[in-house]
Antibody
Framework: DVQLVESGGGLVQPGGSLRLSCSAS????????MSWVRQAPGKGLEWVSI???????YYANSVKGRFTISRDNSKNTVYLQMNSLRVEDTALYYC??????????????WGQGTMVTVSS | DIVMTQSPDSLAVSLGERATISCRSS????????????LAWYQQKPGQPPKLLIY???TRESGVPDRFSGSGSGTDFTLTISSLQAEDVAVYYC??????????FGGGTKVEIK
């Protein structure tokens, strides 16, 4: 069964750091485009980052320079390292996989999300 | 950035009636080399992750009821629920995947029962 399970969320103070994990099963992250999408409480969806190919990465302007996406193929896991966290980063963070392995595509596989709360 | 604008923000439709949601992109998401519109629609129910409904603007995802349909091309797109059912109460989002710099979603449309 194809599945994504996020973990690592929690409460952190402004300026702090957190690392989110997205563990995949049923497919290999190394051969897929993998992305993070977040949703602030009561708000819409916001794309955060994507990784693909030979570690090509892209970021939303709102997180560029603060967040880093990476993957560990041996653990079949994708990470989101979040530094210099701000109150406005508070959100439910989803891991998502596009439909095809060779291009950016619609996201057909989503995890349940992990909640990040940035507050003093 | 490609800005995705959905309308309306919310709508209330009677059971069995048609619901129509609009999505407009600030630039075309039609890729001329393959004549495909890089546009998807998602449904999100409370406490759940988004669920893919439609991709390539009009291709229904496997298992999605045929009362859901997508149409449009270029910059103007529509999601139609032909006969609203109680289980269709949700927030619906459009998304462009024409470019990853950045990928963008619409603001969402909340569909309720009148």
């Amino acid at each position: 069964d194809v599945q994504l399970v996020e973990s690592g969320g929690g409460l952190v103070q402004p300026g702090g750091s957190l690392r989110l994990s997205c563990s995949a099963s049923g497919f290999t992250v190394s051969s897929n485009y993998m992305s993070w999408v977040r949703q602030a409480p009561g708000k819409g969806l916001e794309w955060v980052s994507i990784i693909y190919g030979a570690d090509n990465t892209y970021y939303a302007n709102s997180v560029k320079g603060r967040f880093t996406i990476s993957r560990d193929n041996s653990k079949n896991t994708v990470y989101l390292q979040m530094n210099s966290l701000r109150v406005e980063d508070t959100a439910l963070y989803y891991c998502a996989r596009p439909m095809t392995t060779t291009a950016v595509d619609a996201f057909d596989i989503w995890g349940q999300g992990t909640m990040v709360t940035v507050s003093s | 950035d490609i800005v995705m604008t959905q309308s309306p923000d919310s709508l209330a439709v009677s059971l069995g009636e048609r619901a129509t949601i609009s999505c407009r992109s600030s630039q075309s998401v039609l890729y001329s080399s393959n004549n495909k519109n890089y546009l998807a629609w998602y449904q999100q129910k409370p406490g759940q992750p988004p669920k893919l409904l439609i991709y390539w603007a009009s291709t229904r995802e496997s298992g999605v009821p045929d009362r859901f349909s997508g149409s449009g091309s270029g910059t103007d797109f529509t999601l139609t629920i032909s006969s609203l059912q109680a289980e269709d109460v949700a927030v619906y989002y459009c998304q462009q995947y024409y470019t990853t710099r950045p990928l963008t979603f619409g603001g969402g449309t909340k569909v309720e029962i009148k």
